[in-house]
T-cell receptor, first 119, second 111 residues
Framework: DSGVTQTPKHLITATGQRVTLRCSPRSGDLSVYWYQQSLDQGLQFLIQYYNGEERAKGNILERFSAQQFPDLHSELNLSSLELGDSALYFC??????????????????FGPGTRLTVL | GENVEQHPSTLSVQEGDSAVIKCTYSDSASNYFPWYKQELGKGPQLIIDIRSNVGEKKDQRIAVTLNKTAKHFSLHITETQPEDSAVYFCAASKRNNDMRFGAGTRLTVKP
């Protein structure tokens, strides 16, 4: 158990809908990362938040957005869903922001994931 | 941007044998190289990592080597056990946190 929690475990919805995925980082971790894992694209970095602020952006679609709240949990919002958005969505956390000092290396710990199915 | 290639995509070994998985990266600025193990229905689990100022790191039956000049790094698992069966991912990142993953290697250890 990594200490990172994600809810829900499974989500089934229809095209055009909007969903929210939730992540709670390990105790003491300030960074949250979101990843998408699909069969044809592998693990893709979407976005990172550090202590409430967006820190890095990867291959995140404009239909997707995220935020990190004062209690450090994070939510990933997916809207206007398409069939191709069906995937596993993972959250990971790390102590620092990965850019400086002792936290310049990115030790990330992953949650169990949310499986999204768009019908 | 960074591109990480991982080989082989599948690997089958006999229990007790060694397994080696290799990755190459393209961005010479990458300085952190973790390896993750993913079991069915679970999230990736960090098993070992190496930083760019180190050439080799070992943790019990697992070792990772890094060749910065050639831009490749490898995972070595010795005395494999059936519970080592999983998908293994390599990754590379720079300080900007854009971690790029290899496509994964499905390791099967036959008892």
């Amino acid at each position: 158990d990594s200490g990172v929690t994600q809810t829900p475990k499974h989500l089934i919805t229809a095209t055009g809908q909007r969903v929210t995925l939730r992540c709670s980082p390990r105790s003491g971790d300030l960074s949250v990362y979101w990843y998408q894992q699909s069969l044809d694209q592998g693990l893709q970095f979407l976005i990172q938040y550090y202590n409430g602020e967006e820190r890095a952006k990867g291959n995140i679609l404009e239909r997707f957005s995220a935020q990190q709240f004062p209690d450090l949990h994070s939510e990933l919002n997916l809207s206007s869903l398409e069939l191709g958005d069906s995937a596993l969505y993972f959250c990971a956390s790390s102590v620092g922001d990965g850019t400086s000092g002792r936290n310049s290396y990115n030790e990330q710990f992953f949650g169990p994931g949310t499986r999204l199915t768009v019908l | 941007g960074e591109n990480v290639e991982q080989h082989p995509s599948t690997l089958s070994v006999q229990e007790g044998d060694s397994a080696v998985i290799k990755c190459t990266y393209s961005d010479s600025a990458s300085n952190y190289f973790p390896w993750y193990k993913q079991e069915l229905g679970k999230g990736p689990q960090l098993i070992i990592d190496i930083r760019s100022n180190v050439g080799e790191k070992k943790d019990q039956r697992i070792a990772v080597t890094l060749n910065k000049t050639a831009k490749h790094f490898s995972l070595h698992i010795t005395e494999t056990q059936p519970e080592d069966s999983a998908v293994y991912f390599c990754a590379a990142s720079k300080r900007n946190n854009d971690m790029r993953f290899g496509a994964g290697t499905r390791l099967t250890v036959k008892p």
